[in-house]
């Protein structure tokens, strides 16, 4: 899942080396931490956090076929 959130973010910013997700497991969900550069902030939000709300629910479809609950942070 991790490689897949990946792949969405990076192909959203100018700064791909700027990219760092971090997961934290617990018992039956999974937490993201992503951090872009601060200039790309506002690509990967979107107006009204839109984008946003978009990678989350890709993430949380993919969760599902693996019965587990996700959980996407973006990160100053």
Known sequence: MKDILEVVIK?????????????KLDAKSICYE???AKE???????????????I????KAIATR???KVNVEFLD
């Open 34 to 36: 992503v951090k872009v």
């Open 66 to 68: 693996e019965h587990k």
């Open 11 to 23: 192909n959203l910013v100018d700064n791909a080396e700027a990219v760092s997700i971090t997961e």
């Open 56 to 59: 989350r629910s890709i993430m």
């Open 40 to 54: 790309d902030m506002g690509k990967v939000i979107g107006k009204q956090g839109k984008m946003a709300k978009a």
